[in-house]
């Protein structure tokens, strides 16, 4: 079982920047993959980054450029680290961790981007 805790969520103006992280516990953390997704309103959940155990990072296109996921297994702590928001960045961002068939997700952070 793991346990994934989401903070750094925020009220920001566009152009702004902001680092989400994701705290994990109750297992062994470096083992999984981790990944953030979001979901606006009225809105299916995207994936925005991964990074995979081995430190392979994946972006959507959303994402290339402007976001940078990062982790420290030391820490059992995923990060996000976004510049140059937009207002259409605007959503709830979610913290995943998987491997094989363990899933687990936590419960969010909220990031509003005002124009």
């Known amino acids: 079982q793991v346990q994934l805790v989401e903070s750094g969520g925020d009220l920001v103006q566009a152009g702004g920047s902001l680092r989400l992280s994701c705290a994990a516990s109750?297992?062994?953390?470096?083992?999984?993959?981790m990944g953030w997704y979001r979901q606006a309103p009225g809105k299916q959940r995207e994936l925005v980054a991964v990074?995979?155990?081995?430190?392979?990072?994946v972006y959507a296109d959303c994402a290339k450029g402007r976001f940078t996921i990062s982790r420290d297994n030391a820490k059992n702590t995923v990060y996000l680290q976004m510049l140059s928001l937009k207002p259409e960045d605007t959503a709830v961002y979610y913290c995943r961790s998987y491997l094989n068939d363990h899933n687990y997700w936590g419960q969010g952070t909220q990031v509003t981007v005002s124009a």
């Open positions: 990074i995979t155990s081995g430190g392979r990072t």
């Open positions: 109750g297992s062994i953390f470096s083992i999984y993959n």
